[in-house]
DNA sequence: AAAATGGCTTGACATATGTCTAAGTACTGA
DNA sequence: TCAGTACTTAGACATATGTCAAGCCATTTT
């Protein structure tokens, strides 16, 4: 809860690869670097590929907390990360919340890093 | 020092995208996640950018200390953890390290996220 | 209504991380 | 040789982070 949700979705405009011309501002790696930090955890990372390979339907806590052997409150924290970080959007539905991936947001954090971007 | 230095070079194997296909094992999702932790860092995104606008003779660690206001200490254990992550590389001339960008791994890295790789 | 289920929040705890100062090592140049 | 420069390491410190247990709220089911 101390940081903010930027779930900005720059998603086409940030091409090309703004790491590698060197143009970074300080604003853009923070942005950057936390929305890498979202990503940057082997659970998260594997809840993000639960996510990816579950299909349009989503994904919910419970599923993740099974498949994971972690607590709901653990994949809970997890899901708020991502989605905070615009790579997860969650749908709630009676009692449950599906979580799916946001594809674009994923395509962008990559483009912007990739060194052949327009090369 | 805690972590060990895993300078795989698994560049061109790992297309196309093991994330968005569901198939992320344990270690891979550990190796995945210290790689991206070890870009997680605004300081280190912008050390990235310096090294990869900074052409073909690389980086020194003083040069970068000036230009982000920091001290030498607290660059070189950013320079250590992009290397160790095998996203820079290191070269020693005299009494200068030159960092320069490992852009096959950094590219590597990209591909095994982007949702759109082989689509 | 009552019980059960799914999910979120809070508080606590251990660990990890970024930064600095201080010290040490290695090379360079008068 | 001596002073200066470049880099690294070690130690200290504050902050951030991942995890769990416990509790609360909303929805579903009996």
Same mark, same amino acid.
């Given at each position: 809860?101390?940081?903010?949700? @930027? /779930?900005?979705?720059?998603?086409?405009? #940030?091409?090309?690869?703004? /790491? +590698?011309?060197?143009?970074?501002?300080?604003?853009?790696? #923070?942005?950057? +670097? !936390?929305? !890498?930090?979202?990503?940057?955890?082997?659970?998260?990372?594997?809840?993000?590929?639960? /996510?990816?390979?579950?299909? %349009?339907?989503?994904?919910?806590?419970?599923? !993740?907390?099974?498949? #994971?052997?972690? %607590?709901?409150? %653990?994949?809970?924290?997890? =899901?708020? *990360? !991502?989605? *905070?970080?615009? =790579? =997860?959007?969650a749908?709630?539905?009676? +009692?449950?919340?599906?979580y799916?991936?946001?594809? %674009? +947001?994923?395509?962008? =954090? /990559?483009?912007? #890093?990739? @060194?052949?971007?327009?090369?």
């Amino acid at each position: 809860m101390p940081k903010s949700l @930027p /779930v900005i979705e720059h998603s086409e405009v #940030l091409c090309c690869a703004p /790491v +590698a011309a060197g143009i970074v501002s300080d604003p853009d790696a #923070l942005d950057l +670097a !936390l929305r !890498l930090k979202a990503l940057a955890d082997p659970v998260r990372i594997k809840i993000l590929s639960f /996510v990816l390979a579950g299909g %349009t339907n989503g994904v919910r806590n419970v599923d !993740l907390a099974r498949d #994971l052997h972690l %607590t709901d409150a %653990t994949i809970s924290h997890h =899901l708020r *990360q !991502l989605s *905070q970080a615009g =790579l =997860l959007i969650a749908s709630r539905s009676g +009692a449950s919340t599906f979580y799916g991936a946001n594809r %674009t +947001a994923l395509g962008a =954090l /990559v483009r912007v #890093l990739d @060194p052949n971007c327009c090369a």
